[in-house]
């Protein structure tokens, strides 16, 4: 078996209960808590190495070993600045887990109860019941298209009447409406007055009266 698998079953939370061990939350706050001491004894002691690098420099040559002492000091709180940097990194590492176990944990509750929830709907439910449900609402839904498709057909109304005859009557009704317009139809009406003649005739009549005149007149 697992430790989740021993966990979830309870072993690990009632010895934990049973010792009085913190909740997650608790151990949670305490590492934050923790994490703040030492982000402010790091602030500490920067303040005090760039006091150290002052005194050093102030002293310098005029009283090395005033020098040497503030250098000194200088290096022993650079080690535990050092020191503090390596214990938050594993402080912060160490409150990511429990975050995530913690959040891990909450997940793997509410999937659980949403499982339980799961099988409580589905205890009432039979499958053979159910394929049985399925099967009749197909039957009554091909009936529902069978009703549909015989209602949305075209009624056979007038088809005991020919076809044939009916064009030919038809045709017979278009050359009635056809002959009756072409009597409606009045040509225009040929004129009373006779039309003048051509100018070539005229001209050619006058020429011969001149002839007949000249004739006359050389006899």
Do not use: C
């Not at 305490?30 to 002052?54: D, G, H, N, P, V």
């Not at 650079?78 to 990194?89: A, P, R, V």
């Not at 709907?121 to 009749?136: G, S, T």
């Amino acid at each position: 078996m697992s430790k989740i698998s021993k966990f979830f079953k309870g072993g690990g939370s009632a010895a934990s209960k049973g010792r009085g061990g913190p909740s997650p939350q608790e151990a949670l706050a305490r590492l934050r808590e923790t994490e703040e001491m030492l982000s402010k004894k790091q602030e500490y002691l920067e303040t005090r190495i760039e006091r150290e690098l002052a005194a050093a420099r102030q002293h310098g040559t005029k009283n090395k070993r005033a020098a040497l002492q503030a250098l000194k000091r200088k290096k022993r709180y650079e080690k535990q600045l050092s020191q503090i940097d390596g214990t938050l990194s594993t402080i912060e590492f160490q409150r990511e887990a429990l975050e995530n176990s913690h959040t891990n944990t909450e997940v793997l509750k509410n999937m659980g109860y949403a499982a339980q929830a799961m099988k409580k709907v589905h205890e009432n439910m039979d499958l053979n019941k159910i394929d049985d449900l399925m099967q009749d609402i197909t039957e009554q839904q091909d009936v529902a298209q069978e009703i549909s498709d015989a209602i949305s057909n075209r009624a056979a109304f007038g088809d005991e009447f020919d076809e044939d005859e009916l064009m030919a009557e038809l045709e017979e009704l278009e050359q009635e409406e056809l002959n009756k317009g072409m009597r409606d139809v009045r040509l225009p009406s040929v004129p009373s007055t006779s039309l003048p003649s051509r100018p070539g005739k005229l001209k050619r009549a006058e020429d011969e009266d001149e002839m007949k005149q000249l004739a006359a007149w050389a006899s």
